[in-house]
C-alpha cells in the first residue's frame, strides 16, 4: 500500500469514528454553519463534537503547519481529505475569513510571532475576522481608497468608511486597508489587523434584496490602532505602506474560494431538478431540459477545470492571474444554476417564507447568488484582468 | 492523476507541436491539397512522417507493434492537428480504427495494424446512415451467407472513406433496427466487390462518402470482435473517437482564437488597436475561459478513459458537447473581430470556421451529447 492509500484508509476511519451523522446532512440554514469567535455558540452537540475532533487533528486548516495549527498535510494528503469528506458529505467544522483570506497572506507576508500568534487563534476559531477592503467611493478601483491612518508614533490614528463589510456586526477583527501615504497610491496603504470593539469603530446592517443583511458599513473615528501587538507581532502585515501586495496576493485567495473550484460550483442541477419537478406530478419542460443538461456539460466541464486549476496551482503551473478566471466562470456559472433552479422549482420556489422553504430559501439564495459576480471583483473587473494579464491585450 | 502532462507528456506536446507546425500547417496541407482538389483531401507523404515520428501507432499495443500509449498522448497529437486545421487520417485511423481493430483477432491485426503503424494504410469508418449522429439506428445487415456475411445497406459520412484501404463497417446481424443487441463490426477491404463510394467535398475541405454495401460479401474472420455482440465494440470505439475529436477541437478552438487575439494587437481602428476596446477584450477573455475548461473537460475524459473509469462514457460526452460549443463560439468570434478580411478566402480564421462546422458534426454534436449527458444522469 502506498503512503497515500495508507492516508486515505486512515482518514476514513478517523472521519468514521469523529464526524456524527447529523454533520453529514446538507447544510440549511445559517446556523448550520459554525463561524467561530468569541460571541460563538454551537447549534448542538454534534456541531460542537465536530469542530472540537477537526481542531485537535489540525483539520480545520489542514494544509498549514503543525506549529501554527494545521496537521501539516501535503497537497496530495490534503486533497486526499478534501475527497473523503466529500464522500461522506461532512460539514466543514469551520467557516472563515481567517482561513480562506487572512491565513494565506499571513503564511506569505507575516513575521514568525505574528504567524504563531495569530494563525494559530484562527485555526482554532478564537477570532472571527471581518474583511475591511471597499468604500463608499472605492469599489472596482479599490486602489482609489481614502480611509486615512495619520502616524502618531507608536500608533495610527484611522479615520473613514469601508462598506459592505461582511459580517462586520459579528465579527472581533477587521483586516483593514488603510491609507498611510496620500502621496503615493500604490505605495501608500498599510493592511492592518485591529480589534471592531476598539473606541470609535462602529458598524451598521445593510440589508440586501434577499432580505437578509449580513453585510455592514463600517464606521471609523479617531480609532486608535497600535503598530504592534508585542515582541515580533505588528499590527500589520507586510511594510508599512505596502499593504497593496498584501491585498492583491489576498484576493487571489478570495477569488479562488468565491470561484467554487474546491467544488462548490461543481454540482449539477439536471437529474435533482427532474426529480423535484416529478415529485410535484408534473413534467420537465422540454426546453428546460435541455437547458438543464446543457448547464450541467458546463458544470461537469468546469469541475473539471476546478480540479486541473487546484492540481497545477500546487505545483506553479497555473499563469498568476488564472484565478481571475476562475472566479469569472465560477460565478456566472453559479447564477446560472439558481437561475434554472428558480424556474425548475416553478412557484414553489417564490415562497419567501414558508416552512416548506425553510424560510424561502430558493428565492433567497437566488438573488443572493447575483452577488457572486460582484464581490470579490465583478465579473468585468476580471475580464480586464485576462485581457491585460493573460491575453496580453493593449491598455486603453 | 493529476490534471495535468507529466514529463513525458510534456515532451511529446514539444515534439507535436513544432512537428505539426512545421509540417502540417495550413499553407503546406490543407491550402496546398485544397487548391489542388485533392481527391483525397490529404496527404500521403505527411501521413508517412507521421509514421516516422511514431505517431500512427500510439494507440496499439506493443504486442501488436505499436507504442501502447494512451489517450492523453493520443490527444496531444490531435489537438496540433486542430491548431493546424491537418488534414490526416489519424482520427479515423489511429484512434477509431484502431481501438476497433484491439477487439479484432490475432489475424486481422497482422492484416491491418502493420500498414497502419508504417503509415501505408489509412481505415475509415462507416457507422452514420442518417446526417445526424444515431449509432442507436443500425439497419445496414449483414446476413450469414456460406461461411461468411452478405452486407447491404448504406452509410453516409464516412469520411476520407474512398481513400481508406480498410472501413469499419457497423452492421446489424440479428434483431430489428433500433436493437441495441445483434450488432456486428467488419473490417471490409478496400477491394471488396459491390461496394461503392459516392464521394463529396466537405465545407472544410474534407473528402466523405455515402457507401453503398450491395450484397458485399465478407469472409467469417473479417468479423471484428464477436457477431451480434459488436455494440459493446463500437462503443469503446465511439468513446476514443469522441474523445479524440474533442480534443482537435480543443485544438482548433485554441488556433482560432489565438491568432484573433493576435489580430486585436495590431488592427489599428479610430487610431487605436481594436484590442484597446473593451467591448472586445471582455469577448476575448470570456473566449479565453470558455477554451481553458474545454480544455480541462478533455484531459479529464481522457484520463478517465485511460484509466478504465466507468465515468469515462459520461465524461466523453461532457468533452464533446463542451468542446462543440466553445470552438463554435472561438470561430464564430473569431471571423467577427477580424472584421470584413475575416470573410475572406486569404485570412486563416475562415478555415477554422469551416473545420469547426464539420468537427462539431462528427461523432455527435453538442445537443446529441448534451441530451446523453441528461439520460446518463437520469432525466
Ligand atoms: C455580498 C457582497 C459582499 C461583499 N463583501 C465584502 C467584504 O466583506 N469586504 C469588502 O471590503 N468588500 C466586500 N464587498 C464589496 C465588493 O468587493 C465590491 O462591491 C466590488 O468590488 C464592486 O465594487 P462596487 O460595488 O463599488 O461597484 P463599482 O466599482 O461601482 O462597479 C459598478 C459597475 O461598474 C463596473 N465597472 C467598474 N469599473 C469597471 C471597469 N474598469 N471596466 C468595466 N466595468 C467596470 C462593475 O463591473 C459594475 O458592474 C462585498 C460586496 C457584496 C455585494
Ligand atoms: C462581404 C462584404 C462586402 C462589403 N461590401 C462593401 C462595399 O461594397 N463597399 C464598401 O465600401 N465596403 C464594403 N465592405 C466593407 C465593410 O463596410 C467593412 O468590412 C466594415 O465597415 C468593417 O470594417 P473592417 O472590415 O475594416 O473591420 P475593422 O474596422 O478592422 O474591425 C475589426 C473588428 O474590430 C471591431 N471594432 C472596430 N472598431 C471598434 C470600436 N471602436 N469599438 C469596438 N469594436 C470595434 C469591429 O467591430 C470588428 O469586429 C464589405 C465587407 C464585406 C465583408
Known sequence: MSDLEAFREETRSWLEANCPAEMREPVRDEEDIYWGGRRATFKNDAQKA?????????????????????AGLSPAEAKVLRQEMTRIKARIPLSSFGIWMLGPALLHFGTEEQKKHFLGQIARGEIRWCQGYSEPGSGSDLVSLQTYGEDKGDHWVVNGQKVWTSYADQADWIFCLVRTDKENKYKGITFMLFDTASEGCSTKPIKLISGNSPFCETFMEDVKVPKSYGEGIPAYVGEINRGWDVAKYLLGHEREMISGADGGNTGTVGSAMSRHVAKGGDELDPVLRAELAMFDVDALAYGAMGEKFLDEIKVGKAHPAQPNMMKYAGTELNKRRHELMMSAGGSRSLEWESEETSGGKPSRNWLRTKANSIEGGTSEVMLNVISKRILDLPGS | MPLYHDEDQAMLADTATSFMAEQGNIKDQLRHWRDRDCPDGFGHGLWKQMAEMGFTGMLVGEDDGGLGMGHVEAGIVLEEIGRNLTPSPFLTSSVLAATALKHGS???KGRYLPGLIEGDSVFAVAIDETPKHRPSRITTRAEKSGNGFKLSGSKSFVIQGASADMLVVAARTSGSDEDDDGITLFAVPKDAANMSHDSVRLVDSSMATHTKFDGVELDGDAVIGEVDGGREVLNAMLTAGRIGAAAEGVGVASGAMDITVDYLKQR?????????FQALQHRASHLYSEVEIARAAVIKAQQLLDGGSEKAELMSSVAKAKVAKT????VKEGVQMHGGIGMTDEY?????????RALQEFLGDAYFHANRVAEMSGY
Open chain 2, 348 to 356: 486563416d480564421i475562415g478555415l477554422y470556421m469551416k473545420r469547426d
Open chain 2, 327 to 330: 470552438a463554435g463560439l472561438a
Open chain 1, 50 to 70: 465536530w469542530f472540537e475532533a477537526c481542531v485537535a487533528k489540525g483539520y480545520t486548516v489542514p494544509a498549514w503547519p503543525k506549529e501554527y495549527g494545521g
Open chain 2, 268 to 276: 489599428k481602428q479610430f487610431g487605436k488597436l481594436i484590442g484597446e
Open chain 2, 106 to 108: 490475432n489475424d486481422l
